[in-house]
């Protein structure tokens, strides 16, 4: 089967794909740590060089502006090769004292969506190379102009040997998920998450699942400038047309301030695409009609009041959802069912916190929770719900952080990756405890094997029991120097002046 742009990878020839790169992790090549991080530079080499190429694909699929692609796109996995670049030396060493060393699991899958099309196939690229695996990649089908820029990208910068790029729909993945793999590492919703997590169940491996759910935003009466507050939310819903896993799904506000809170999201809407968004070329489409359709839906169907936010109207030939803004939402409204992941944000009024947080918290843990308050809110609301993410007084930009885990917890994924993250995702942590054939000497050694009965062998169990509890004296005795090391540190601070602590 093919797309008209991109050609889908024939069924019989998926597992050969693989067995490829099985065999090519064999010969070892992955384990010279400075031919990783040659991939590595290449890959950077060649974003660079596909840069106005991969921002013009994403502009083709669902017409995203291209600096916006360049801000969320390329920059962050460039920045993202720089710091394995940076660290992958220090990540690979062995941790001390226990000898754990990190070694590549194998061959592994990474399945990417269509959102971000080329970060969220890269970023997870990054650590399995750095960790030193060979990888088939997997873009969406529903992004066919950057699924093609991802495989001109990896054929011209990257070894074959190492990676390899499967295109196609439901049937590819689904024989592609008939594979072995060490690890199965899927970004996108959670439906096509259990069979993913079906599949590496089947071949007992690992797995990463990073998915979606309904991040809510809270607006507290105590928040100190409504102002920010109103433009990180609203940026935060409308980034990439509202198809974003961690922006802002819905708002809980107070009410002593929500009708200035509409107020200026409704200016910001203005600022940024004007009366007619649909004319800006700043302002994504729905990715295809069925999700258009969707979304529409929702609207339709919701008992809120859908409020007047500029004047064109949605348009399905175009796939074109002007901002929406829906007041007066209650919590069983359609549209609070179901993650949106559109340019549609329900407000929901509270007078009491407890009563908001009740909801949050009877529903499933969302991918990010977003609260803008004092430090106190902010503090009370993070202590008293459970997310994949949490950011005070902004919203999605934990993800620029750098270094930090991202990843669900619940029905918003399993695992975690970025930076170090990612590395250790992508590595066997494998403990080699290394002894002497002349230590213990053969007669002690002798104690752990039979004959246990007869008098001449009573002392051997009490011997054996001896020799396990000397185990834990001997990691005391290593433990010993780090002590009196930390111990003479807290002395020394302690003996300096307070101000100069
Ligand atoms: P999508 O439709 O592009 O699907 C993702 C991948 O799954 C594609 O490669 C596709 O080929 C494959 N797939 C689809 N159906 C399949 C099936 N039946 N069997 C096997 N494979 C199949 O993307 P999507 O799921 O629409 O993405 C949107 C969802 O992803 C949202 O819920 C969003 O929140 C979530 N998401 C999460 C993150 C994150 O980092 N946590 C990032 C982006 C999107």
């Not at 693989?18 to 991939?39: E, H």
């Not at 590595?40 to 060089?49: E, T, V």
């Not at 990896?154 to 024989?175: F, K, N, Q, S, W």
Request: aromatic letters at 8%; hydrophobic letters at 40%.
């Amino acid at each position: 089967m093919s797309d008209t742009i991109v050609t889908y990878t024939p069924i019989d020839a998926i597992s050969t794909t693989v067995q490829d790169m099985r065999s090519s992790f064999k010969k070892g090549t992955m384990r010279d740590i400075s031919f990783r991080k040659q991939q590595l530079k290449a890959l950077m080499a060649g974003l660079r060089a596909h840069e106005k190429l991969i921002a013009d694909a994403i502009t083709a699929d669902f017409g995203r502006a291209p600096q916006e692609s360049i801000f969320y796109d390329i920059l962050p996995v460039q920045f993202e090769i720089g710091q394995a670049l940076l660290n992958m030396d220090k990540w690979a060493q062995p941790d001390k004292p226990a000898l754990v060393r990190k070694e590549p699991l194998g061959t592994v899958v990474i399945i990417g969506p269509w959102n971000y099309p080329i970060r969220l196939i890269l970023l997870p690229l990054i650590g399995a190379l750095a960790a030193g695996n060979t990888v088939v990649l997997k873009p969406s089908e529903l992004a066919p102009n950057s699924a093609r820029a991802i495989e001109n990208l990896v054929t011209d910068c990257l070894d074959p040997e190492v990676v390899r790029v499967v295109h196609g729909g439901v049937a590819e993945t689904t024989e592609l998920l008939k594979q072995r793999f060490e690890h199965y590492f899927y970004t996108g919703n959670g439906m096509v998450g259990k069979i993913v997590a079906k599949a590496a169940a089947e071949h007992l491996a690992g797995v990463t699942l990073e998915l979606g759910g309904k991040s809510p935003v809270i607006v507290h009466e105590d928040v100190s400038d409504l102002g920010p507050a109103a433009t990180r939310i609203m940026w935060g819903k409308l980034v990439n047309a509202g198809q974003t896993c961690v922006g802002v799904d819905y708002v809980l506000v107070h009410r002593s301030v929500k009708d200035r809170l509409i107020e200026l999201f409704l200016n910001y809407i203005e600022n940024a695409y004007g009366r007619l968004p649909q004319k800006s070329a700043d302002y994504p489409r729905i990715i295809n009609d069925r999700h258009w359709q969707r979304i529409m839906a929702l609207v339709n169907s919701t008992k809120g009041t859908v409020l007047h936010t500029c004047d064109d109207q949605p348009d399905q030939n175009d796939r074109y959802i002007p901002p929406t803004i829906v007041d007066n939402v209650s919590f069983d409204d359609p549209l609070m069912s179901d993650e949106l992941f559109a340019p549609v944000l329900p407000i929901i009024t509270y007078d009491s916190l407890d009563e908001a947080l009740g909801y949050v918290n009877s529903h499933d843990q969302p991918l990010a929770l977003y609260s803008f308050g004092s430090d106190k809110s902010n503090e009370y609301v993070f202590a008293n719900t459970r997310s994949g993410g949490a950011l005070a007084n902004d919203t999605v930009f934990h993800l620029a952080a750098g270094n930090f885990p991202f990843g669900g917890t619940g029905p918003s994924g399993v695992g975690r990756y970025m930076g170090k993250y990612s590395f250790d995702t992508f590595s066997h942590h494998r403990s080699v405890l290394k002894k002497a054939i002349a230590f213990p000497p053969p007669s002690v050694d002798s104690l752990r094997f039979p004959p246990y009965q007869g008098e001449e062998n009573a002392w051997k169990p009490k011997g054996f029991g001896l020799l396990l509890t000397m185990v834990p004296l001997w990691r005391l005795m290593v433990s010993v120097g780090p002590l009196l090391r930390g111990m003479a540190k807290g002395r020394d601070m302690a003996a300096k002046p307070a101000s100069k602590q």
